[in-house]
Nanobody, 116 residues
Framework: QVQLVESGGGLVQAGGSLRLSCVASGRTYAMGWFRQAPGKEREFVAVTVWSSGYTNYGGSVKGRFTISGDNDKNTVYLQMNDLQSEDTALYYC????????????WGQGTQVTVSS
C-alpha cells in the first residue's frame, strides 16, 4: 500500500508559474497527475514512467506543463507555466504499481487557483 502526498498548490495570476510536488511512501511503476474542476470530470494531465523515462501529457497542457521526478526519493513534480484561468482545479497525484492505465494509488489533492 503506497500513500501519496501532494503539495505546492496555491493562488497565482494568469501567466504565472507554479510547481507541484508529490511524495510516495513506496516504489511505483509510474506516477502522474490528474485534475478536476467544479462541475467537470477528472482530467488526465501528465504521467512519467520511471524505468523508461516515458512521458505523456493531456492535450490542454502540452507545451506549458512539464513532469519530472526523482525515483530514488519516490517524488514527482509538475512544473506549470503560463497558467490560465482554465487550469484552476484540484490537482491529484496518482501512481501505478505496474504497467497499464489503471492508477491504484491516489493523493488527497492540492488546490490550484488561477486569477485573471
Amino acid at each position: 500500500q503506497v500513500q501519496l502526498v501532494e503539495s505546492g498548490g496555491g493562488l497565482v495570476q494568469a501567466g504565472g508559474s507554479l510547481r507541484l510536488s508529490c511524495v510516495a511512501s513506496g516504489r511505483t511503476y509510474a506516477m502522474g497527475w490528474f485534475r478536476q474542476a467544479p462541475g467537470k470530470e477528472r482530467e488526465f494531465v501528465a504521467v512519467t514512467v520511471w524505468s523508461s523515462g516515458y512521458t505523456n501529457y493531456g492535450g490542454s497542457v502540452k507545451g506549458r506543463f512539464t513532469i519530472s521526478g526523482d525515483n530514488d526519493k519516490n517524488t514527482v513534480y509538475l512544473q506549470m507555466n503560463d497558467l490560465q484561468s482554465e487550469d484552476t482545479a484540484l490537482y491529484y497525484c496518482a501512481g501505478q504499481r505496474h504497467s497499464g492505465t489503471f492508477y491504484q494509488y491516489w493523493g488527497q489533492g492540492t488546490q490550484v487557483t488561477v486569477s485573471s
